[in-house]
């Protein structure tokens, strides 16, 4: 991509303590039962106290993250609004079917059919900001976010103009999702502790999460923490073909592997994405340092908004937890980073971000 797309904040509501960047991983948020669901944060800043006991979980959070991420930028009426999920809000759409069933078809409650529309959440952020411009909504499983963040660059490429766009992507999980999920071992039959879910790499399956994950991105780098400079999908990828890729986004950039300060890898415990994740890591210079992140978020559709969240923070604090790395490297400073995300379906996506 040649226009950079600069992120000015970021706000993630997840498994972690991610809402308040100051309490990141104190204390680190553990899960035993391949279960790991997000940390509610107080609603009632950004919601009406009567309109959130009509609100499923997942549109509270959704507009909760949105609000957020655009007060952290100090803008109040975006220039868009381009927003992502795999599956809306379950809860609603569960409680739909299930009195579809229940009530035979009659004389249903359309309520839980209408919020759990993929849109909802877009729909509300752009009434509480007052924005009627631009309105996307994407659905593209895996590779949902990073559809959401390549609207955004092809936008603002288009205008000379500072435009402050908001992007993010949400997903929840369920009790009865993750019931049948994993019917077709979608995750662990053999549950660890979430934190040690990289030392299960040898078996199939993941833990399964959630979460909100929404950035204030713009054309104007005043403000920004970080850029992203180039973005790339790959549908299922060999080997081979994924190492290309990597190969061939550093060269586009003028890099080399030795100039990438941090890889965050997308590694999520599954032996069958290991073909995928292993020679990446294995191909990085000494100098890079490895982190890892879905241990602390789980595996979903739209973890890689945590991942991004994550380097975002890097750039801001100049630092790395200790309980994110997975390998340390010798590099001292953090300018460059190489993002690879892969997904039980065996997609994957690369991002390069540079501090501005």
Known sequence: MRQPLYIISACSISAQHTYDAETFLNPVVTSGNGQMYVIDPDYKKYINPVAIRRMSRMLKRGITAGMRCLDDAGIKTPDAIIVGTSRGSVTDM????????ELEENALNPAGFIQSTYNSVNGWLAMLTKCPSYNQTFVHRGFTLELCLFDAMLNLAETTETKHYLAG??????PE?????????????????????L????????????GAHFFTVSNNKENAACALHALDMLHKPTAESLQQAVDAMLAQNGLTPDDIDILISGMNGDSRT???????????????????????CGEYDTASGFGLWLANYFFSKQSIPAEV????????????????NVTISGNATLMLLKGV
């Open 274 to 296: 290991r073909f995928l994740t292993d020679p990446v890591v294995a191909s990085v210079s000494p100098r890079t340092t490895v982190a890892v992140f879905k241990h602390l």
């Open 177 to 197: 999702y993750f019931y049948i999920r994993n019917k077709i071992d979608y995750y662990k039959k053999d549950l660890p502790d979430s934190f040690h879910l």
């Open 325 to 340: 790395v997975y390998k340390k490297g010798t590099s001292e400073r953090i300018q460059n980073i190489l993002f690879c």
């Open 169 to 174: 992507a949400f997903d929840e999980l369920t």
């Open 199 to 210: 030392e299960h790499s040898n078996t199939p399956g993941s833990v399964g999460g959630e």
């Open 94 to 101: 569960e409680i739909f079917l299930h009195e579809l069933i």
